[in-house]
């Protein structure tokens, strides 16, 4: 069963669209309909518009996209705005994907040489030094093999 929550707008075409159907499309929550596997492919597109089906929500079919051969150096088609989630925020245009304005990727720490210790000199970056963890001071405990009770060593 494919679990469809129409767009709020559509919700009503939908209703009488699965009452018509043999065997009857039933509801399955206030704003879903659980369609069977079978009769789903016998959905009208336009009522799955804006729809949610098993919680994504609906691609129509890829016979009505646009399909484009990319052309080097030419600008990427605008995508609508409605396409990204809430509170999502664009890229910097003037920038390709992850650059910053030095022109390296920024998640790659190997090209932020300005700051590295030998930077400029003509000599490889210093390791970074090794910090051994401090030992613990105070009493150590043991516990007896037979008895389990604890000792105090010194």
């Not at 079978?38 to 949610?52: C, D, I, K, M, R």
């Amino acid at each position: 069963m494919i679990r469809v929550q129409p767009a709020r707008e559509l919700r009503r075409d939908f209703a009488a669209w699965a009452v018509a159907q043999t065997p009857k499309v039933r509801t399955v929550s206030t704003t879903e309909f659980g369609v069977p596997d079978q009769v789903f492919p016998a959905v009208p597109e336009e009522l799955l518009y804006g729809a949610l089906v098993d919680g994504h929500p609906y691609v129509p079919a890829a016979a009505e996209l646009e399909e484009r051969e990319a052309v080097p150096g030419e600008a990427m088609p605008e995508i609508d705005p409605a396409a990204y989630p809430p509170g999502t925020v664009p890229l910097d245009p003037a920038l390709g994907d992850g650059e910053v304005s030095g022109g390296s990727d920024a998640s790659d720490p190997a090209t932020d040489t300005a700051t590295a210790p030998g930077a400029g000199d003509g000599q490889p970056p210093a390791a970074a030094p090794v910090v051994k963890p401090r030992r613990q001071s105070g009493p150590r405990t043991a516990r007896s093999r037979k008895t389990g009770s604890a000792d105090t060593e010194g």
